[in-house]
């Protein structure tokens, strides 16, 4: 999923956390692993 080696099962676990944060930190994000309203904007193709 975007580049990213996760499979969806429904879970947020450990793995989605760090890609979470991986992605925030390429993207000059907030990287605290939280899939807030700017990291889901720009996750979605917008912004940043």
């Known amino acids: ?10 879970m947020f676990g450990v ?5 979470v ?3 925030q ?3 000059k994000l907030t990287d605290d692993g939280k899939v807030n309203r700017i990291t ?3 996750l979605s193709g917008g912004g940043k």
């Open 1 to 10: 999923m975007n580049g990213y080696a996760v499979q969806r099962d429904g």
């Open 15 to 19: 793995k989605t956390k760090q890609a």
């Open 21 to 23: 944060i991986d992605f």
């Open 25 to 27: 930190q390429r993207h």
């Open 40 to 42: 889901w904007t720009v």
